[in-house]
């Protein structure tokens, strides 16, 4: 059966899907919202006292929000660089515990962890295969969270520009987040039920942050791409035109995904 439309990267691809990127990535991705840790205690009674799984972890930057919570926090991530920015950037919790691994195969013990996570992540994975090793590494009454960052749509303001630069410069380009998923077999993923929440979210990005939010991307071209130059100068017309006091600031929705398996 097949879950969902998603990727299922092979080890290979896994490892090497966001090298070169990971420094864009950390100072550039929106975080997430600390409305999030206040949805999870209203919904599933989420405690600091529970062990999280972040799966497709990557430099982090959804761990931080758990580890600010209190809680455990094995970062499972297959890509080194991006493991290796996370060390750095969560140096100050003694409860944050790199793991090199991916969301087929984690490296985590059975009925280990009470909550899975999975932070603009999930659509890279083998879901069947995901789901098997969700279920095995799951206390049994253990909770998945799978959220992702969505651009807000619009027709004028940056958030219609930076979508406009990105389907008009990038061929590997999709869509923002959580939109690239066919949700319809999310109700045989989430075997148990689930429920889907919608949380306000923004990032606000100087120029150099609006160019690393770009080159962050999976579908970023390269700076030896023959239309790089040209890509950087339509990013900062964007930025010129829709500044304030040196910042631009881009509208999301951080839609969450939470169910049992």
């Not at 990105?166 to 989430?190: D, I, M, Q, R, W």
Request: contains cysteine.
């Amino acid at each position: 059966m097949v879950y969902l439309q998603v990727s299922g990267l092979n080890d290979r691809e896994a490892k090497d899907l966001f090298r070169g990127r990971s420094e864009y990535y950390n100072r550039s991705r929106p975080g997430y919202p600390p409305s999030l840790i206040n949805l999870l205690r209203d919904r599933i009674s989420f405690s600091p006292s529970w062990n999280v799984a972040d799966i497709g972890s990557g430099t982090g930057i959804l761990s931080k929000l758990f580890l600010s919570n209190g809680n455990t926090v094995f970062g499972v991530e297959p890509n080194e660089e991006m493991r290796a920015v996370s060390v750095s950037f969560l140096g100050e919790y003694h409860d944050f515990h790199p793991v090199s691994g991916a969301g087929e195969q984690t490296g985590l013990e059975d009925n280990s962890v009470d909550l899975i996570s999975c932070g603009q992540s999930f659509h890279w994975f083998d879901t069947n295969k995901a789901a098997r090793e969700f279920k095995r590494i799951l206390k049994p009454e253990g909770y998945v969270v799978l959220v992702w960052n969505d651009r807000l749509p619009g027709d004028k303001g940056i958030n219609a520009e930076y979508e406009k630069i990105c389907a008009s410069y990038s061929p590997k380009y999709h869509s923002s987040g959580s939109t690239v998923l066919n949700k319809e077999g999310f109700g045989a993923f989430f075997s148990r039920g689930y429920e889907e929440h919608a949380l306000g979210n923004f990032q606000n990005l100087d120029l150099d942050g609006l160019k690393g939010r770009y080159l962050s991307a999976s579908y970023a071209i390269s700076h030896e791409n023959e239309r790089y130059s040209e890509l950087m100068n339509s990013l900062e017309e964007a930025f010129r035109a829709n500044e304030t006091d040196g910042y631009v600031r881009i509208e999301y929705e951080t839609r969450v995904f939470l169910g049992q398996i």
